[in-house]
Nanobody, 125 residues
């Protein structure tokens, strides 16, 4: 099985920084894209940032210029550096691995998406 283990959340004052990490464990051939989503109370889950295996990135408008996503393909790990944090960034942040290719049987493979358990980020004003 594949597990996504997140770390780095916590409580920070407005203007501060946090760095989230997410490592995918298990036997993995490749991962197409990895990203971070967030969900605030009574709001829908939204994309924060994503990065493909080739390094192409995509950011929500609300975090452009403040957040940076990066990835270590050899370690199947994705990072989210969050600077100039605002109270409105408060949410549970979820790691996503899209298009994870794993071995299936002797010669086969399977592909699916995985989610982490979520890590709380709280920004106080």
């Amino acid at each position: 099985q594949v597990q996504l283990v997140e770390s780095g959340g916590g409580l920070v004052q407005a203007g501060g920084s946090l760095r989230l990490s997410c490592a995918a464990s298990g036997t993995i051939f490749s991962i197409n894209a990895m990203g971070w989503y967030r969900q605030a109370p009574e709001k829908q889950r939204e994309l924060v940032a994503a990065i493909t295996s080739s390094g192409s990135t995509n950011y929500a408008d609300s975090v452009k210029g403040r957040f940076t996503i990066s990835r270590d393909n050899a370690k199947n790990t994705v990072y989210l550096q969050m600077n100039s944090l605002k109270p409105e960034d408060t949410a549970v942040y979820y790691c996503n691995a899209e298009g994870v290719v794993r071995p299936l049987g002797t010669f086969g493979s399977s592909q699916r998406d995985y989610w982490g358990q979520g890590t709380q980020v709280t920004v106080s004003s």
